[in-house]
């Protein structure tokens, strides 16, 4: 490791990343902070120079961003690159992975993800060229659901337990989500577009289409359905297709669903 600070990070909001850099300066990580504004070619040699893990922050500037995630690609191909980004779309997730980025982080991005994701990529260097991963240093939460405030509400419990939480309103959409990043756990509703959606959903997730890509995902189901899919289809062939890995009911008894999460979270025999 050279003298240089092992962190650069590339962004048009310095003051947003102060504290980010000062935590990690107390953590012994130094960081040197670029104004996204600076020349591609400054910018290409200040990637270039040593072993460091490049932090680019697409919020501010997406088009800026993109172009320096590139610039910084072709000067130091070895370099691990974080990309910072807000609530990306599929089409922008698949763009940032296909641009060989190391891990995508959704912001804001809390000061110990973003620490745990520098040492692990720091981790990565002189193994050869790093590989686009999803690891992640919070277990993601899918929620698929077509209730605004049900979304809302879930996802602000959820990230108060220190899940980083994705929506799609729709089976639709949350088929689509899978396609741009595996989560951990999906929570999913049943009647949605309509009234065999998430059933459809589970289908393809466990059996179908997406079983490859979401292979090992756990499913905890939640409806105003009393009923579980195993006691309403008993001796119908395809119960097994849409009987998810857990059933509850809504209105949720928080306690009971965060410790059915807790479960299914740490449900050994999950592929990674």
Request: proline share 6%; hydrophobic share 45%; glycine share 6%.
């Amino acid at each position: 490791m050279s003298d240089l600070a092992p962190i650069l990070i590339v962004t048009a909001e310095r003051d947003a990343w102060s504290e980010t850099a000062s935590r990690l300066a107390r953590e012994g990580l130094a960081s040197e902070v670029v104004d996204l504004a600076v020349a591609a070619s400054d910018l290409a040699s200040r990637a270039r120079e040593g072993s460091r893990v490049i932090v680019v922050d697409l919020v501010p500037d997406l088009d800026g961003g993109l172009g320096a995630v590139s610039a910084c690609r072709k000067a130091a191909p070895q370099a691990p690159i974080v990309a910072v980004a807000a609530s990306p779309s599929v089409d922008l997730a698949r763009t940032i992975r296909a641009s060989g980025v190391f891990y995508l982080a959704i912001h804001p991005v809390a000061a110990a993800e973003m620490r745990s994701v520098v040492e692990d990529a720091l981790r990565s260097i002189g193994r050869g060229k790093p590989t686009p991963t999803c690891c992640k240093t919070k277990k993601t939460v899918l929620i698929v659901d077509d209730d605004a405030d049900y979304r809302t509400s879930t996802t602000a419990l959820l990230e108060g337990e220190g899940y980083s939480v994705r929506c799609a309103c729709s089976a639709k959409e949350g088929l689509e989500c899978l396609e741009a990043e595996r989560p951990d756990l999906i929570i999913l509703d049943i009647m949605m577009e309509d009234v065999w959606a998430g059933y459809g959903l589970n289908q393809a997730v466990k059996f179908g289409d997406k079983r490859q890509a979401a292979s090992g995902v756990p499913i905890l189901m939640v409806s105003s359905i009393e009923q579980p899919p195993g006691e309403i289809f008993p001796t119908a062939g395809e119960a097994a297709m849409v009987t998810p890995d857990d059933y509850l009911t809504k209105p949720l008894d928080i306690p009971v669903f965060l410790e059915h999460v807790r479960q299914l979270l740490a449900r050994p025999g999950r592929s990674e």
